[in-house]
């Protein structure tokens, strides 16, 4: 099995239908403990390179950069062209007054630093990692477009927790009115249960031809399975131990979405997780959803979802379990 290609968006790129997303590589826990180290990652590289993926996510943050110096690591004993790299800037790297944000000082800062950990001349994509209502949007547009047009660039696009459309919109008018290079890609959070980019965010991504690269596409692992109704978690699992994510994921109407994504796993002989998963990969207005994994097994289980066919009807089930109402 073989990932398929697919376009990236209104770029000239195609990518893998499974971006592979690296937050966990150098990543401590509570305890201390690195989630994934240098061999693990690069391990996981190599079992994503061979299903055909392109693919690979990573931030200036993730594990204290280590993630990115993984990736260079790797990418020095392969052929850079064959691998579609993305990061990302916003969150504090240091402690003075411009050590965060899209302000031109961090930006410039922190895009030399990637480049240098990659161990490559230029990212495919940048993003920008949070939006950043303190800095004019004139300053981190005209700062990024200095990006692509000085070769470290290729395309741009942007992250949010929270729907921004017209924040994006703004953005991308303003840029088409000073010849700056506009947001290409954009990365929300969006799942069978986070639903909000429905509506006014996943249509204005339609009308702008944007590419849609959702994180987070198994809620957390509420989509795993792993919970039921009406019971205790189990005790190793994430909503025992976190109780905002309990109090955000264990509630009825997602226990709604869950149980239709079960259903449909089981009429298909398959995962939950793969059938999250397959369901953002056969909607209509998603480019590839950022899968990541701990082990090789748990990738290669994601990475099955791209054989899973879901009929018209399957698909329809699990949109219409739990639809985005906005206020």
Same mark, same amino acid.
């Given at each position: 099995? &073989?990932?398929?290609?697919?376009?990236?968006?209104?770029?000239?790129?195609?990518?893998?239908?499974?971006?592979?997303?690296?937050?966990?590589?150098?990543?401590?826990?509570?305890?201390?403990?690195?989630?994934?180290? %240098?061999?693990?990652?690069? !391990?996981?590289?190599? *079992?994503? *390179?061979?299903?055909?993926?392109?693919?690979?996510?990573?931030?200036?943050?993730?594990?204290?950069?280590?993630?990115?110096?993984?990736?260079?690591?790797?990418?020095?004993?392969? $052929?850079?062209?064959?691998?579609?790299? +993305? &990061?990302?800037?916003?969150?504090?790297?240091?402690?003075?007054?411009?050590? %965060?944000? /899209?302000?031109?000082?961090?930006?410039?800062?922190?895009?030399?630093?990637?480049?240098?950990?990659?161990?490559?001349?230029?990212? @495919?994509?940048?993003?920008?990692?949070?939006?950043?209502?303190?800095?004019?949007?004139?300053?981190?547009?005209?700062?990024?477009?200095?990006?692509?047009?000085?070769?470290?660039?290729?395309?741009?696009?942007?992250?949010?927790?929270?729907?921004?459309?017209?924040?994006?919109?703004? +953005?991308?008018?303003?840029?088409?009115?000073?010849?700056? !290079?506009?947001?290409?890609?954009?990365?929300?959070?969006?799942?069978?249960?986070?639903?909000?980019?429905?509506?006014?965010?996943?249509?204005?991504? +339609? @009308?702008?031809?944007?590419?849609?690269?959702?994180?987070?596409?198994?809620?957390?692992?509420?989509?795993?399975?792993?919970?039921?109704?009406?019971?205790?978690?189990?005790?190793? &699992? %994430?909503?025992?131990?976190?109780?905002?994510?309990? $109090? &955000?994921?264990?509630?009825?109407?997602?226990?709604?979405?869950?149980?239709?994504?079960?259903?449909? =796993?089981? *009429?298909?002989?398959?995962?939950?997780?793969?059938?999250?998963?397959?369901?953002?990969?056969?909607?209509?207005?998603?480019?590839?959803?950022?899968?990541? =994994?701990?082990? #090789?097994?748990?990738?290669?289980?994601?990475?099955?979802? *791209?054989?899973?066919? /879901?009929?018209?009807?399957?698909?329809? %089930?699990?949109? #219409?379990?739990?639809?985005?109402?906005?206020?």
């Amino acid at each position: 099995m &073989s990932l398929a290609m697919v376009p990236l968006g209104r770029t000239g790129t195609t990518v893998s239908e499974l971006a592979f997303g690296t937050w966990r590589f150098g990543r401590q826990n509570d305890d201390g403990e690195v989630e994934v180290g %240098r061999d693990r990652a690069h !391990e996981l590289l190599d *079992a994503y *390179a061979a299903a055909g993926g392109n693919f690979i996510d990573t931030a200036d943050m993730y594990g204290d950069g280590a993630s990115e110096r993984y990736i260079g690591e790797w990418l020095g004993e392969r $052929d850079r062209e064959d691998f579609v790299v +993305a &990061s990302k800037i916003f969150w504090p790297t240091r402690e003075d007054a411009n050590g %965060r944000g /899209l302000n031109r000082k961090h930006l410039r800062r922190q895009m030399d630093r990637i480049l240098d950990r990659l161990g490559t001349d230029y990212v @495919d994509l940048l993003y920008i990692h949070r939006w950043d209502d303190e800095t004019p949007v004139e300053e981190f547009m005209r700062t990024l477009d200095g990006f692509v047009r000085d070769g470290k660039v290729n395309y741009l696009g942007t992250s949010t927790l929270e729907p921004n459309a017209w924040k994006v919109v703004k +953005a991308n008018e303003l840029a088409d009115k000073r010849g700056y !290079e506009p947001f290409k890609v954009a990365q929300p959070r969006y799942n069978a249960v986070n639903r909000e980019i429905e509506g006014n965010y996943l249509d204005m991504c +339609a @009308d702008y031809d944007i590419g849609v690269v959702p994180w987070s596409p198994l809620a957390g692992g509420f989509l795993t399975g792993k919970y039921a109704r009406d019971e205790r978690p189990p005790a190793d &699992s %994430r909503a025992a131990n976190d109780q905002r994510f309990a $109090d &955000s994921y264990l509630t009825p109407s997602n226990f709604d979405a869950l149980e239709r994504v079960e259903e449909v =796993a089981e *009429a298909v002989g398959a995962s939950p997780a793969q059938v999250s998963l397959a369901w953002l990969m056969h909607h209509p207005q998603v480019t590839a959803p950022i899968v990541g =994994a701990r082990t #090789v097994d748990q990738l290669g289980e994601n990475v099955a979802a *791209a054989d899973i066919d /879901l009929t018209p009807d399957q698909f329809e %089930r699990i949109s #219409v379990a739990k639809r985005h109402v906005s206020a």
